[in-house]
């Protein structure tokens, strides 16, 4: 069965690369006959927020760092809608002397997705065995080093970037969704003198991806590679998919059906 998530996939890859003119060229819906291709996206963006609505009626209560990790989550499908127009021989192009090409700028955001994880499941390790306040800096190297970023995360396709952002962010996900009430604000050392709590940590995975982002964006435009109509909507519909995606609610036929309509409209679209 065809997941909401491969069905958004399939009708970013059928629309990602047309051009203006053609989000201008024919497609119906119902009564809908003068908006062209565009409408296709803005129904999917539209048939997701009401999933997103629809789950979240039946949702059960949940900690406040499953909340926080949802945030996080929509930030990190925000730069998925980013990164879905990125081509391969845009990784490498400076945008002026002394400045980040994207590839660059990639390693230090992932390279930051695997050093706050290990910060985060650190404090947590010490504090759950009741020796926070003893631990060293031999303790601390000792525990990262499985959670080190590999040395060629970034050396490959942008889908190898893209795929590798995606497994780290999914090992945070499930790494950090066991945090309780109890213990989100708890210290967690890092670089800084002062000891933040895990609350802090956790927010801090967001608002990096998205001070990134940003710099990913002023990135293509100055490369000549602004973002289409088409990258827009695609970026619209990747943030709805975060709220269906983080929903715990697991009701199956809603998505099931939501799925199946995105899917035979990109299978449309495609062919």
Not at 94 to 110: C, D, F, I, Q, T
Not at 136 to 149: L, S
Request: net charge negative.
């Amino acid at each position: 069965m065809t997941t909401v998530t491969q069905a958004v996939e399939a009708i970013v890859r059928a629309t990602v690369d047309r051009s203006d003119a053609q989000m201008g060229e024919p497609w119906v819906w119902h009564d809908y006959d003068e908006e062209g291709l565009r409408f296709a996206l803005l129904m999917t963006h539209h048939e997701l927020r009401d999933l997103a609505v629809r789950l979240a009626a039946q949702r059960p209560a949940r900690t406040q760092a499953a909340a926080i990790l949802a945030q996080y989550h929509q930030a990190y499908r925000d730069l998925t809608g980013v990164l879905a127009s990125v081509r391969d021989d845009d990784l490498d192009r400076a945008p002026s002397v002394g400045e980040w090409p994207l590839r660059e700028m990639l390693e230090h955001m992932l390279g930051a997705e695997h050093g706050f994880l290990a910060v985060n499941r650190f404090a947590l390790s010490r504090h759950r065995a009741g020796t926070y306040d003893t631990q060293t800096e031999d303790d601390w190297n000792a525990f990262r080093a499985p959670y080190a970023m590999p040395k060629d995360a970034v050396a490959g396709t942008i889908l190898d970037i893209r795929n590798a952002f995606a497994a780290q962010h999914m090992r945070s996900l499930r790494a950090m969704s066991d945090i309780t009430d109890a213990e989100i604000d708890l210290p967690a050392q890092f670089w800084e003198d002062e000891h933040m709590p895990i609350r802090f940590r956790l927010h801090r995975f967001e608002e990096h991806l998205r001070q990134h982002t940003i710099q990913l964006d002023k990135t293509q435009v100055a490369i000549g590679r602004p973002p289409t109509e088409a990258h827009r909507l695609v970026r619209n519909l990747y943030n709805a998919l975060a709220d269906v995606e983080m929903e715990p609610a697991p009701d199956e036929p809603l998505r099931a059906a939501c799925a199946k309509i995105i899917a035979e409209r990109a299978a449309g679209i495609a062919g």
